[in-house]
C-alpha cells in the first residue's frame, strides 16, 4: 500500500490469512513479484474506502475535507507506491520467516509470523509512509494532483518531510499483527476442531481477515495519530500541534474523548476485512502462475 497497508495491510492481511501448516519457501524474487501485485491490486479496488478513512479522520472533519465527493483522489501516488510497498513487505517477511523457522528446528508458531511479518512492516514503511503522505494530502484535498502535492512536500520540508509519521505507522503496525496472528490461530483451530478436518485455503483467509479487522479495530487511535501527524500543515510561524505519537494520542483524547481516538473506524475495518481476501487471493493466484512459469524450477511440496 501505500497505507496498506495501505494498510493494511497489509497489509499484513494476506500474510495473516495464509494457512500455517508447513509450506514450501518462497524465493525472494518470486514473494517480491508477487507481493507488489497483491499490493496494488487492493489499493486501487478499495481506495475510496481509504479516502474516507482519512476524511473521517482528519482535523476538519469529514465533509469539509470532501466528503463522499473525489473519492479517486490520490490513487495515482497510491498505484505507484503500493507494489514497491508491498514488494518489500512480502520479501522481508518470507525471508524472515524462514530465518525465524531455522531457529526452532524447522517447526512454525504464530510467533514466527508475527515477527517476521514485523520485520515486514518496517521495511515497507520506508515507501509506504512517503505514499501516504503524497495521498492523504491530496485525498483532503489540499493538493490537485501528485506532482503539486510532491513538490509542495519537498519545498515545505525537504525529503524529511516526506517521512512525518513514521514512528507511528510502525508502532501501528507492529502490535497490529502480534495481535492479529494469535486471533487467527485461535479462530483457525476452532473452525477446524467444528469441521472435524483441517481448514482449507479460503476458510483459512476467513479467519485471517476477521482477525484483521479485530486487530484493526484495537488499532484504530494508533491509525488516527498517525493520519493527524502526516495532515498537519501549521500556518508560518505557528508550532505543530501534533509532535509525537503519545502526545498526539493524548490531545486527541482530551480535545475530542473517546469517539476522537477511533474515527474511521467502520472504513478501517471494512478496508481490512475485505481487503483480505483480495490480498490473499491476488498473493497466493500470482505465486501459482509464476511457479507455472517454471523461471524459479519445480515448486517443493510442503
Not at 505519537?245 to 481516538?261: C, D, F
Request: hydrophobic share 40%.
Amino acid at each position: 500500500s501505500s497505507d496498506l497497508f495501505h494498510q493494511a495491510v497489509v497489509k499484513t492481511l494476506a500474510a495473516c490469512s495464509r494457512p500455517q501448516e508447513i509450506m514450501p519457501e518462497v524465493p525472494f524474487s518470486l514473494a517480491l513479484i508477487a507481493g507488489g501485485i497483491a499490493g496494488t491490486t487492493v489499493d486501487v479496488a478499495l481506495h475510496p474506502l481509504d479516502t474516507f478513512r482519512t476524511r473521517l479522520q482528519s482535523k476538519e472533519g469529514f465533509f469539509k475535507s470532501g466528503g463522499f465527493k473525489g473519492a479517486y483522489k490520490g490513487i495515482g501516488s497510491a498505484a505507484l507506491g503500493s507494489a514497491p510497498g508491498a514488494a518489500l513487505f512480502f520479501s522481508t517477511y518470507e525471508t524472515a520467516k524462514t530465518v525465524l523457522k531455522g531457529f526452532s528446528g524447522e517447526k512454525e508458531h504464530w510467533t514466527q509470523h508475527a515477527a517476521a511479518s514485523s520485520c515486514g512492516e518496517v521495511m515497507a514503511c520506508l515507501v509506504r509512509v512517503p505514499t501516504a503522505v503524497v495521498t492523504q494530502n491530496q485525498q483532503v484535498g489540499r493538493y490537485a494532483n501528485m506532482m503539486e502535492a510532491v513538490s509542495s512536500t519537498l519545498k515545505a520540508g525537504g525529503l524529511g518531510a516526506f517521512y512525518v509519521g513514521y514512528g507511528t505507522t510502525v508502532m501501528r503496525e507492529i502490535p497490529f499483527s502480534f495481535i492479529q496472528f494469535p486471533i487467527y490461530e485461535q479462530f483457525k483451530k476452532s473452525l477446524s476442531g467444528y469441521l472435524g478436518r483441517e481448514t482449507g485455503a479460503v476458510e483459512g483467509a476467513a479467519c485471517g481477515s476477521v482477525a484483521g479487522a479485530i486487530a484493526g479495530g484495537l488499532t484504530c487511535p494508533l491509525d488516527c495519530a498517525k493520519t493527524r501527524i502526516m495532515l498537519e500543515k501549521p500556518a508560518e510561524g505557528e508550532a505543530k500541534r501534533y509532535t509525537g505519537t503519545v502526545q498526539t494520542l493524548k490531545l486527541l483524547a482530551t480535545e475530542e474523548g473517546v469517539p476522537g481516538l477511533f474515527r474511521g473506524l467502520s472504513a478501517r475495518v471494512t478496508w481490512i476485512t475485505i481487503g483480505g481476501f483480495i490480498f490473499f487471493g491476488a498473493y497466493e493466484g500470482t505465486q501459482a502462475g509464476l511457479w507455472k512459469t517454471g523461471g524459479w524450477g519445480v515448486r517443493p511440496t510442503a
